[in-house]
């Protein structure tokens, strides 16, 4: 998908429901244990829910940290430069399973653009 001339540009935050959000970073001496994503989940060509594995954290998470359907996840690295800024919408809820920091979601207002957009804007094709 190619961005559009017609696409009305507006700055990022005016299109956002609320701000960025980092994902948690595991802790080898943490006593919770949760799932989390892994990057594999957001960089392949679909978002793919069954990349996750246990890792431990300080405190629960809050429910914020937690992968939804309405937040856009976007990888923010990992030390490899083509990967940066490739992202996927999950499929569904998966109130069970974190995000990682190596990870920011992002939550686009409704309307605000669709899923094929926000990979255009991303130089991603697909939602």
Known sequence: ??????????????????PPRNGLSP???GTVIA?????SAITGDRFDETQF???????????NQT?????????????NIKLVGRGFFPTHNMEDTLFPDTMIAVRPR?????????GAALGRTGS
């Open 1 to 18: 998908m190619r961005i559009s001339s017609k696409w009305q540009t507006r700055p990022f935050s005016k299109v956002l429901s609320m």
């Open 67 to 79: 992968v939804d359907h309405r937040d856009f996840l976007i990888c923010r690295g990992n030390g």
């Open 53 to 63: 594995k246990e890792s431990t954290f300080h405190s629960k998470p809050s429910s």
């Open 110 to 118: 409704a309307q605000a653009f669709s899923a094929g957009e926000m």
């Open 27 to 29: 802790s080898s001496d």
């Open 35 to 39: 799932k989390v994503l892994t990057l």
